[in-house]
C-alpha cells in the first residue's frame, strides 16, 4: 500500500502524505525507501524541466509528520545499527535538499522530530493559522537527539540561540512563533492552505517575491556570530542543562557539544558527527526507559476507563468551594480553559487570597507569552467569588477543596446536594479521606466522585479520580472528561485510605522521618533521594506540601492501616511544635528566598532518641524498597488494576524519575527476590513491620515473577 500520492500540475508537483491505517503519518522504514524513490523520480522530472517545484502535503487532519516511527527506535539493538538508520534517513533527506526544485512544506498540525527534519530540508515552510499547528524536535524527551539533520539545519536557519532552545527543550511551538523565529515563511488560513501554498510557489517561480532571512538584533548577532559570544551561550546553557537535569540525561548535554562543535563547520562534517552521538545514545538505558515512559502517557491520555458507550455530559460551568492555596489553583486552571468559576468560601478575606493566587498565576502565564494581556483578563474575569450558594444550582460540576476535616466535609456535601441541579457532578478535592463517607451524607451518592490534584495545581500534570462502590459510571465519564479537558492525565483508583499516591509517597516520607530520628542529617537524606534522580529530597518535599497537611494525612493512615504505617515521632513532634514548613519559612529547612538551610532546631527535638549506624545504601532502601511494598500491596487490594496505572501515577504526581521508567519498572530491573530478601533483613532487624513484604510481593518471589512480561 502506498504512503504517498503525487501529482503534477502545471509542472508543480504536490507530494501528499497519507499512511495508510493510521490516524498520522511517521517516518519508518518503508516509508523512508518509498520517499527515496519518489525524490529520485523528481530529480529527473527536474532535468527535464517537467517540475519546477514540490510541494509536500499531508492528507490527515493536524498532523503533517508526528515524526519517526518509535518503535523502530525502541528496537535498535546496537550503535551500528542506530547510526545506520541516521545515516540512511540523512542521505534520503538531503536527496530532497539537493533537488534542482523550489521545495515548499506544507504543514497544518503536528510537524515533529523526523517530520520536521523533512520539512528543514525542504527550501521553504508554510503553516496554516491553525491552532493545532505544532512544531518542534521533540527527541531529547525519548533520551536521543535529532538524527536527519535537525542539530545541523535549525542553527542555520534560526540561529543558534534560538536552535539551542528548541532542541534541548524538546520545545514544540504554534505556526504564530515559527514565523517570527523564521521557522516558517508564511502563515495562510486554514480552509485556503493549498491554495495560497500554490500562489507562494507561483510568485517564487516568477521572481515576485523574495523571502529574507530574519536579520538579528546587535545582542544576538554578539552571542552568535562571535567567539566570546558562543562561549558564553554554551557555558551558560550547558550550565542551566545540568541545573534542570542533574546529569541523569545525556541527551541534552551530547546535543550541546555537538553543536559547539559544529556551529558553522562543515555540514557534511556535522551530518556524520550527529549520527555518531545518536548512535550512542539511541541504545542508552535512560532511552530505552523515556521511551517506555512516552508510550504510557500516550496509553493513558486516552485510557478507557468506562465503556465508550457512556457519553460524558458538557461541563459550561463550575462551582469551587473553598479558596485555599488549592481552591484558587484549582479555579485558575478552570478559567484558562474558559469555563465560568464560582468561587466559594466563608468570608471574603479568604476569598483575596485565592484571588492573590490566581492573579499571580496569570501575570506569570502573561510573561511567559502563554496568555496576552487581554486574555488574561477575560479569563480572570470567568472567577466570581460569593460568601453563598447562590450560583451553584446551575453548576455542571462542584469540586470541594475545604480543609481535610470530613466533619466538615460532609456538612459542605449535604448542603451542596440540596442547592446543585440533579445533573451536578459534586467532586472532592480530598487527598487522603473517604469518598464513600461524603456520599452517604448526599441526597444521590451516585453523583460523588474524588478529584485529587496535586499541587502545585498548574504544573502537576496527574489528576486521581476516586471511585466509590456508589459512583455511577455516568458520573465516573463526565470526571474523566473534565480532568481531561484541563490538561491532565488521568487514573482512576477505589477509594480506600490515602487512595494510590499519597498511599505509597507517605510511607518514603515517613520513612525519611525515621532515618532523621535514628541520626542521619536532613540534608543527607535528601542528598540520597537526590542522587537516584528524585526532584527534591523527602525533608524538603514535606516542607513543600506542609508539615501540618502532610502529618494529617499520616495519621489518617495511620489509622486505616495500624502499626505498619505509624508515624514517625520526628513528625509529631515537628507538628507540634507548630512548624509548618515553605508556606511559614520555617519547617524541616529554613527557607530564605530562593535558599534553604536545614534547620537546628530539629535535632533538639530528637536529643533524646536512640541513634543508629545507617549505611547510605540501607537508608536509599528502606525508602524505596518500602513504597515498592506498599504499591504491590495496592495492586493486591485492587486499587488499581496493573503496574502500568502505578508508575504513571508516580511519574506524574510525584516527580519520580522518568529515566527509572516508573517505580514497578524500577523494581523489575532490582529483581522481586533480592527485594524481598532485603525487606525481610530490614523487618528482622528493625522489628518493625513497615519492612514486612506484602503477599503479593512473596507470591512474586514464588512465581519467579515480574510486574511487567
Given at each position: 500500500?502506498?504512503?504517498?500520492?503525487?501529482?503534477?500540475?502545471?509542472?508543480?508537483?504536490?507530494?501528499?502524505?497519507?499512511?495508510?491505517?493510521?490516524?498520522?503519518?511517521?517516518?519508518?522504514?518503508?516509508?523512508?525507501?518509498?520517499?527515496?524513490?519518489?525524490?529520485?523520480?523528481?530529480?529527473?522530472?527536474?532535468?527535464?524541466?517537467?517540475?519546477?517545484?514540490?510541494?509536500?502535503?499531508?492528507?490527515?487532519?493536524?498532523?503533517?509528520?508526528?515524526?519517526?516511527?518509535?518503535?523502530?527506535?525502541?528496537?535498535?539493538?546496537?550503535?551500528q545499527e542506530a547510526k545506520e538508520k541516521a545515516e540512511s534517513g540523512k542521505r534520503i533527506l538531503n536527496n530532497l535538499a539537493g533537488l534542482n526544485l523550489i521545495t515548499v512544506a506544507v504543514i497544518d498540525g503536528a510537524c515533529l522530530g523526523g517530520g520536521f527534519e523533512l520539512a528543514l530540508a525542504c527550501k521553504y515552510r508554510v503553516a496554516s493559522f491553525n491552532d493545532k499547528v505544532r512544531i518542534g524536535l521533540p527527541e531529547v524527551n525519548l533520551g536521543i537527539i535529532?538524527?536527519?539533520?535537525?542539530?545541523?539545519?535549525?542553527?542555520?536557519?534560526?540561529?543558534?540561540?534560538?536552535?539551542?532552545?528548541?532542541?534541548?527543550?524538546?520545545?514544540?511551538?504554534?505556526?504564530?512563533?515559527?514565523?517570527?523565529?523564521?521557522?516558517?515563511?508564511?502563515?495562510?488560513?486554514?480552509?485556503?492552505?493549498?491554495?495560497?501554498?500554490?500562489?507562494?510557489?507561483?510568485?517564487?517561480?516568477?521572481?515576485?517575491?523574495?523571502?529574507?532571512?530574519?536579520?538579528?538584533?546587535?545582542?544576538?548577532?554578539?552571542?552568535?556570530?562571535?567567539?566570546?559570544?558562543?562561549?558564553?551561550?554554551?557555558?551558560?546553557?550547558?550550565?542551566?542543562?545540568?541545573?534542570?537535569?542533574?546529569?541523569?540525561?545525556?541527551?541534552?548535554?551530547?546535543?550541546?557539544?555537538?553543536?559547539?562543535?559544529?556551529?558553522?563547520?562543515?555540514?557534511?562534517?556535522?551530518?556524520?558527527?550527529?549520527?555518531?552521538?545518536?548512535?550512542?545514545?539511541?541504545?542508552?538505558?535512560?532511552?530505552?526507559?523515556?521511551?517506555?515512559?512516552?508510550?504510557?502517557?500516550?496509553?493513558?491520555?486516552?485510557?478507557?476507563?468506562?465503556?465508550?458507550?457512556?457519553?460524558?455530559?458538557?461541563?459550561?460551568?463550575?462551582?469551587?468551594?473553598?479558596?485555599?492555596?488549592?481552591?484558587?489553583?484549582?479555579?485558575?486552571?478552570?478559567?484558562?480553559?474558559?469555563?465560568?468559576?464560582?468561587?466559594?468560601?466563608?468570608?471574603?478575606?479568604?476569598?483575596?487570597?485565592?484571588?492573590?493566587?490566581?492573579?499571580?498565576?496569570?501575570?506569570?502565564a502573561q510573561r511567559k507569552r502563554k496568555f496576552k494581556p487581554h486574555q488574561v483578563t477575560y479569563k480572570f474575569g470567568l472567577i466570581s467569588p460569593t460568601t453563598t450558594y447562590r450560583g451553584f444550582e446551575n453548576s455542571d460540576i462542584v469540586i470541594e477543596a475545604v480543609v481535610e476535616d470530613l466533619g466538615i466535609k460532609q456538612k459542605v456535601f449535604k448542603e451542596l446536594s440540596q442547592v446543585v441541579s440533579a445533573k451536578t457532578i459534586l467532586a472532592s478535592n480530598t487527598?487522603?479521606?473517604?469518598?464513600?463517607?461524603?456520599?452517604?451524607?448526599?441526597?444521590?451518592?451516585?453523583?460523588?466522585?474524588?478529584?485529587?490534584?496535586?499541587?502545585?495545581?498548574?504544573?502537576?500534570?496527574?489528576?486521581?479520580?476516586?471511585?466509590?462502590?456508589?459512583?455511577?459510571?455516568?458520573?465516573?465519564?463526565?470526571?474523566?472528561?473534565?480532568?481531561?479537558?484541563?490538561?491532565?492525565?488521568?487514573?482512576?483508583?477505589?477509594?480506600?485510605?490515602?487512595?494510590?499516591?499519597?498511599?505509597?509517597?507517605?510511607?518514603?516520607?515517613?520513612?525519611?522521618?525515621?532515618?532523621?530520628?535514628?541520626?542521619?542529617?536532613?540534608?543527607?537524606?535528601?542528598?540520597?533521594?537526590?542522587?537516584?534522580?528524585?526532584?527534591?529530597?523527602?525533608?524538603?518535599?514535606?516542607?513543600?506540601?506542609?508539615?501540618?497537611?502532610?502529618?494529617?494525612?499520616?495519621?489518617?493512615?495511620?489509622?486505616?492501616?495500624?502499626?505498619?504505617?505509624?508515624?514517625?515521632?520526628?513528625?509529631?513532634?515537628?507538628?507540634?511544635?507548630?512548624?509548618?514548613?515553605?508556606?511559614?519559612?520555617?519547617?524541616?529547612?529554613?527557607?530564605?528566598?530562593?535558599?534553604?538551610?536545614?534547620?537546628?532546631?530539629?535535632?533538639?527535638?530528637?536529643?533524646?532518641?536512640?541513634?543508629?549506624?545507617?549505611?547510605?545504601?540501607?537508608?536509599?532502601?528502606?525508602?524505596?524498597?518500602?513504597?515498592?511494598?506498599?504499591?504491590?500491596?495496592?495492586?493486591?487490594?485492587?486499587?488499581?488494576?496493573?503496574?502500568?496505572?502505578i508508575d504513571i501515577g508516580m511519574i506524574m504526581g510525584t516527580g519520580f524519575p522518568p529515566h527509572r521508567a516508573g517505580l514497578l519498572r524500577y523494581a523489575d530491573t532490582l529483581g522481586i527476590d533480592n527485594i524481598v530478601k532485603e525487606l525481610e533483613v530490614l523487618e528482622q532487624k528493625f522489628k518493625t513491620l513497615r519492612f514486612k513484604p506484602c503477599n503479593y510481593l512473596l507470591d512474586m518471589q514464588k512465581r519467579k515473577d515480574k510486574f511487567y512480561h
Amino acid at each position: 500500500m502506498s504512503n504517498f500520492n503525487l501529482k503534477i500540475e502545471k509542472k508543480i508537483a504536490i507530494l501528499e502524505f497519507d499512511q495508510p491505517d493510521s490516524k498520522v503519518n511517521v517516518l519508518n522504514t518503508q516509508v523512508m525507501q518509498e520517499l527515496a524513490s519518489i525524490i529520485e523520480e523528481l530529480a529527473k522530472k527536474s532535468c527535464s524541466q517537467e517540475v519546477k517545484a514540490l510541494l509536500i502535503t499531508s492528507k490527515k487532519d493536524n498532523v503533517f509528520i508526528a515524526g519517526a516511527d518509535i518503535k523502530e527506535i525502541e528496537n535498535i539493538t546496537s550503535s551500528q545499527e542506530a547510526k545506520e538508520k541516521a545515516e540512511s534517513g540523512k542521505r534520503i533527506l538531503n536527496n530532497l535538499a539537493g533537488l534542482n526544485l523550489i521545495t515548499v512544506a506544507v504543514i497544518d498540525g503536528a510537524c515533529l522530530g523526523g517530520g520536521f527534519e523533512l520539512a528543514l530540508a525542504c527550501k521553504y515552510r508554510v503553516a496554516s493559522f491553525n491552532d493545532k499547528v505544532r512544531i518542534g524536535l521533540p527527541e531529547v524527551n525519548l533520551g536521543i537527539i535529532p538524527g536527519f539533520g535537525g542539530t545541523q539545519r535549525l542553527p542555520r536557519l534560526v540561529g543558534l540561540t534560538k536552535a539551542l532552545v528548541m532542541i534541548l527543550s524538546g520545545q514544540m511551538i504554534p505556526g504564530k512563533v515559527a514565523l517570527r523565529y523564521g521557522v516558517v515563511d508564511k502563515l495562510f488560513p486554514q480552509v485556503r492552505l493549498i491554495d495560497d501554498s500554490l500562489d507562494f510557489v507561483n510568485s517564487l517561480l516568477e521572481g515576485k517575491i523574495k523571502i529574507n532571512k530574519k536579520k538579528k538584533k546587535f545582542f544576538q548577532k554578539f552571542l552568535e556570530d562571535t567567539h566570546l559570544g558562543r562561549l558564553i551561550v554554551f557555558s551558560q546553557t550547558k550550565e542551566k542543562i545540568l541545573k534542570k537535569t542533574k546529569g541523569f540525561y545525556p541527551a541534552p548535554l551530547k546535543a550541546i557539544e555537538l553543536i559547539k562543535r559544529t556551529y558553522r563547520g562543515n555540514i557534511r562534517k556535522g551530518f556524520f558527527l550527529e549520527s555518531e552521538a545518536f548512535s550512542k545514545l539511541a541504545v542508552t538505558e535512560v532511552s530505552k526507559n523515556l521511551i517506555k515512559v512516552f508510550y504510557l502517557y500516550e496509553e493513558f491520555k486516552k485510557y478507557p476507563w468506562v465503556d465508550s458507550k457512556i457519553k460524558p455530559g458538557p461541563i459550561n460551568k463550575c462551582g469551587v468551594l473553598g479558596a485555599g492555596v488549592m481552591g484558587g489553583g484549582i479555579a485558575q486552571l478552570i478559567s484558562c480553559r474558559d469555563i465560568p468559576v464560582r468561587l466559594k468560601d466563608i468570608n471574603y478575606r479568604a476569598l483575596q487570597t485565592a484571588f492573590r493566587t490566581a492573579a499571580g498565576l496569570f501575570a506569570y502565564a502573561q510573561r511567559k507569552r502563554k496568555f496576552k494581556p487581554h486574555q488574561v483578563t477575560y479569563k480572570f474575569g470567568l472567577i466570581s467569588p460569593t460568601t453563598t450558594y447562590r450560583g451553584f444550582e446551575n453548576s455542571d460540576i462542584v469540586i470541594e477543596a475545604v480543609v481535610e476535616d470530613l466533619g466538615i466535609k460532609q456538612k459542605v456535601f449535604k448542603e451542596l446536594s440540596q442547592v446543585v441541579s440533579a445533573k451536578t457532578i459534586l467532586a472532592s478535592n480530598t487527598s487522603a479521606l473517604p469518598i464513600t463517607k461524603m456520599a452517604q451524607v448526599t441526597n444521590s451518592a451516585d453523583r460523588v466522585v474524588g478529584l485529587h490534584f496535586f499541587n502545585p495545581v498548574h504544573r502537576m500534570p496527574l489528576v486521581e479520580v476516586i471511585k466509590s462502590p456508589e459512583t455511577s459510571e455516568q458520573t465516573l465519564a463526565g470526571a474523566i472528561a473534565f480532568a481531561r479537558s484541563l490538561g491532565k492525565v488521568v487514573i482512576v483508583v477505589k477509594d480506600v485510605p490515602g487512595f494510590l499516591i499519597n498511599r505509597i509517597l507517605l510511607s518514603y516520607l515517613n520513612e525519611a522521618g525515621f532515618l532523621v530520628e535514628e541520626g542521619i542529617k536532613i540534608e543527607h537524606i535528601d542528598r540520597i533521594a537526590l542522587k537516584f534522580g528524585m526532584p527534591m529530597g523527602p525533608m524538603e518535599l514535606i516542607d513543600e506540601v506542609g508539615i501540618d497537611v502532610g502529618h494529617k494525612v499520616a495519621k489518617i493512615l495511620e489509622e486505616a492501616y495500624g502499626s505498619r504505617m505509624q508515624v514517625s515521632r520526628l513528625l509529631d513532634k515537628v507538628k507540634e511544635k507548630g512548624l509548618l514548613g515553605k508556606k511559614a519559612k520555617l519547617g524541616f529547612y529554613i527557607h530564605k528566598k530562593k535558599k534553604k538551610i536545614p534547620n537546628p532546631d530539629i535535632y533538639k527535638l530528637i536529643e533524646s532518641f536512640p541513634k543508629k549506624s545507617i549505611s547510605d545504601d540501607i537508608a536509599f532502601k528502606r525508602m524505596i524498597y518500602v513504597m515498592i511494598n506498599e504499591a504491590a500491596r495496592c495492586l493486591e487490594e485492587r486499587v488499581v488494576d496493573n503496574p502500568q496505572t502505578i508508575d504513571i501515577g508516580m511519574i506524574m504526581g510525584t516527580g519520580f524519575p522518568p529515566h527509572r521508567a516508573g517505580l514497578l519498572r524500577y523494581a523489575d530491573t532490582l529483581g522481586i527476590d533480592n527485594i524481598v530478601k532485603e525487606l525481610e533483613v530490614l523487618e528482622q532487624k528493625f522489628k518493625t513491620l513497615r519492612f514486612k513484604p506484602c503477599n503479593y510481593l512473596l507470591d512474586m518471589q514464588k512465581r519467579k515473577d515480574k510486574f511487567y512480561h
